[in-house]
């Protein structure tokens, strides 16, 4: 009787710590093996996160784009830099199949060039330019209607080294393989200048 009793107490002593020690959400997700390093870093940035819509009202984000070198662009199609739409095609027509992407943010902030539906803009980009990478419906880079990806990256707060506010059309953002911000060029910037050029290839050469 004695050994039956300790051999209960035992086993309830057991199940206490192993109900203690059990995580409530289940066991820790971990990536496909063969997964690239970039891809399950990038996994836990908040740049991804952000809720987007496509050109036809959809529901999107960044997260298809995890593991790839981005450039973001706030574009307009009545802008003195709009020609800057051929260099940047031909940037990801370059760069694209080495896992990098121009990712298109229309925006109406600056002197009213981008008044256009989202329609417009998408007919816009592939008749005059020939765009093929993705450009995003229309929203704000500025003001009190800025849109929450726009605050993440102009916020000094979140991205210190590049952040600030907006001043013109084709300000790009640098985004690595890792979803980090590495670089900032202003409106000025060619896509061609040798420095956007050499950062790019810098963040592709970053591959995981």
Known sequence: ???????????????????????????????????????????SKPLYAFELEDMDGGAGDLAALRGKALLLVNVASKCGYTPQYAGL????????PRGFVV?????NNFGGQEPGTN???????????????????????????????YRFLTSRQSNPQFGGDIAWNFTKFLISR????VGRYESAVE??????????????????
């Open 119 to 149: 329609e417009q803009i998408r007919q816009f980009c592939s008749a005059t330019y020939g765009v093929t990478f993705p450009v995003y419906a229309k929203i704000s880079v500025k003001g009190d209607d800025i849109h929450p990806l």
């Open 89 to 96: 095609q031909a940037l990801y027509e370059k760069y694209g």
């Open 1 to 43: 009787m004695k050994v039956m009793k300790m051999l209960t107490i035992l086993a309830g002593w057991l199940l206490v710590v192993f109900s203690c020690g059990c995580k409530k959400d289940g066991p820790a997700v971990t990536p496909p093996e063969g997964t690239p390093q970039a891809e399950v870093v990038a996994a």
């Open 178 to 181: 890792e979803g980090d911000v």
């Open 191 to 208: 896509p061609s200048d040798q420095r956007l050029v050499a950062d790019i290839e810098s963040a592709l050469g970053k591959a995981g």
């Open 103 to 107: 990712v298109g943010f229309p925006a």
